[in-house]
């Protein structure tokens, strides 16, 4: 069993940056494969990046790529979603979400695989 907990959300204008951490607890925690999701009310949740077990590959969806980098820590057991060139509608509340699953990160793209979830952490993109 893992324990998630995001940190790092805040408010910033287009342009800038955030970084978004997954502070990980268990003993386990190599052996899952991280996501990053966010929210907006009304909508379902987004994928945003996957990364696999030892962080050795990464995923994301289009229109994060080039600006987001999903990186892991597993002596530390961290997670962290650096986000440049932050855009309004970055605008969301932040997931991280664990699985134990050795699937491709391209194939770990939909809420529903996701067994373990932080409390969310919102980011606020202003024009």
């Known amino acids: 069993q893992v324990q998630l907990v995001e940190s790092g959300g805040g408010s910033v204008q287009t342009g800038g940056s955030l970084r978004l951490s997954c502070a990980v607890s268990?003993?386990?925690?190599?052996?899952?494969?991280m996501g990053w999701f966010r929210q907006t009310p009304g909508k379902e949740r987004e994928f945003v990046a996957s990364?696999?077990?030892?962080?050795?590959?990464?995923y994301y969806t289009d229109s994060v790529k080039g600006r987001f980098t999903v990186s892991r820590d597993n002596v530390h057991k961290m997670g962290t979603l650096q986000m440049n060139n932050l855009k309004p509608e970055d605008t969301g509340v932040y997931y991280c979400?664990?699985?134990?699953?050795?699937?491709?990160?391209?194939?770990?793209?939909?809420?529903?695989?996701?067994?373990?979830w932080g409390q969310g952490t919102q980011v606020t993109v202003s024009s």
């Open positions: 268990g003993r386990t925690f190599a052996l899952y494969s």
């Open positions: 990364i696999t077990r030892s962080g050795g590959d990464a």
């Open positions: 979400a664990a699985v134990n699953s050795r699937q491709p990160t391209e194939e770990l793209t939909s809420h529903t695989q996701y067994t373990h």
